[in-house]
């Protein structure tokens, strides 16, 4: 099968993409030939899929580790499969093409746990994470090969599993004029560093810490659950950044650890959230302070961050890159960074970690290794993803 994919000429792959805000699919249709540094990339079409409210519910219902049961935790990861087969078919339907002109379909999942760093576990060192969305419903309802479940094999080999988006960042955005920085603000922020002329031993990857993620949370709190997130920053705009509330979430830990790093809700998820606005509350703090506190505090992270590496140009995409009081932010503390989007480079922003995923399931095809050491820490350069094939 992987023989006859790699003989092609160029293959058409479906990358899906889930991320940790756990509010829709991204879908990219993406024509590649050749693959590693020779690759050609077409992004043929983009669908996104906005989860029903009642599936947002289900899906952070996950995120709630003191209330899920295994029994809930297995039907979602079939059901999560379902959706994201009916993604996949609709988003060939809108794409004018038919399932017989798609060579796989590439399902990052929805990651629901990820725990990178190892504890001792029955005698062994223990780390883990865990996406789901089960690959071979994917495949069965499809009748389309598919690839899954990327982060493990990085993890089995030492690694934390995470960033997996720089090979792609390496292969789209390498420049043979200065630093480049791509920023990727989803729930939680990361970086891909790629000096000038660098290759991908020379890429320096990791979480800087919340994204999106506590500003969503804080939302969540302050509407009663009725607005997921703060649209365009409006209500960042609104309010003062108030030092004393964000020292005290700059205490974490995390902020302080060298790369190779990773995190997610497991640090930066509700618990640390509700902790945050309690204490911002207390302080007497109005709600639009904390909003801005917390939008301050992503913004923060990533400049001190990204500040030793002497970047040059700052490309920007995520969902981040619409709340204009954080782009706001970054700006000020960057002062003398060129700032793009993925827009510029002819990507739209959300199509960029689906087509990615896209790209790490081409090099499958030609059991190419798909990970960056550098970035995730792993021990050796290994191949992604798990292969379903299709009916």
């Known amino acids: 099968m992987l023989e006859e994919l790699s003989a092609k000429d160029s293959r058409v792959i479906i990358g899906l993409m889930s991320g940790t805000s756990g509010d829709g699919v991204d879908a990219g249709v993406v024509r590649i030939s050749g693959h590693w540094k020779d690759s050609e990339i077409r992004l043929i079409h983009h669908y996104h899929y906005e989860y029903p409210e009642e599936m947002k519910r289900l ?3 996950l995120f709630d580790f003191d209330n899920t049961s295994i029994h809930f935790l297995s039907h979602m990861n079939f059901l999560l499969g379902e959706v994201f087969a009916e993604v996949a078919l609709e988003t060939i339907k809108t794409s004018k093409l038919s399932e017989k002109e798609i060579d796989i379909i590439s399902s990052h999942g929805q990651t629901v746990f990820h725990s990178p760093y190892p504890e001792d576990i029955g005698g062994f060192k223990v780390r883990s994470t865990l996406q789901i969305g089960e690959g071979a419903v994917i495949a069965e309802r499809t009748g389309i090969t598919t690839i899954c479940d990327f982060r493990v094999r ?15 960042d390496w292969i789209l955005f390498s420049s043979q004029k ?6 990727n603000i989803g729930g939680i922020a990361n970086v ?3 000096p000038e002329g660098g290759g991908i031993d020379d890429i320096i990857a990791f979480d800087t810490g919340p994204g999106n993620m506590v500003i969503d949370e804080i939302i969540r709190i302050i509407s009663s659950g009725l607005i997921d997130y703060d649209k365009d920053g409006a209500i960042a705009g609104k309010g003062r950044v108030n030092k004393q509330l964000l020292e005290t979430a700059l205490s974490n830990p995390y902020f302080n650890m060298p790369y190779p790093k990773t995190t997610g809700r497991e640090i930066f998820g509700r618990t640390f959230s509700a902790d945050l606005y309690n204490k911002g509350k207390k302080m007497g703090l109005e709600d639009e302070d904390i909003v801005a506190t917390v939008t301050y505090l992503t913004a923060f992270s990533i400049s001190q961050a990204i500040y030793p590496f002497n970047i040059d140009e700052l490309v920007i995409g995520g969902g981040g890159a619409y709340n204009l009081s954080l782009i706001r932010m970054i700006r000020e503390l960057l002062p003398d960074v060129e700032i793009k989007t993925h827009e510029d480079f002819g990507i739209p922003n959300q199509a960029k970690e689906a087509l990615s995923f896209a790209i790490l399931a081409n090099e499958v095809v030609f059991n190419s290794p798909n990970n960056v050491p550098g970035a995730t820490g792993a021990s050796k350069r290994v191949v992604l993803g798990k292969i379903v094939p299709g009916g």
């Open 192 to 194: 891909t560093i790629l």
């Open 178 to 183: 200065g630093n480049r920085c791509i920023l």
């Open 154 to 168: 990085d993890m089995a080999a030492g690694g934390q599993g995470a960033p997996l988006v720089p090979f792609a």
């Open 59 to 61: 899906i952070h219902k």
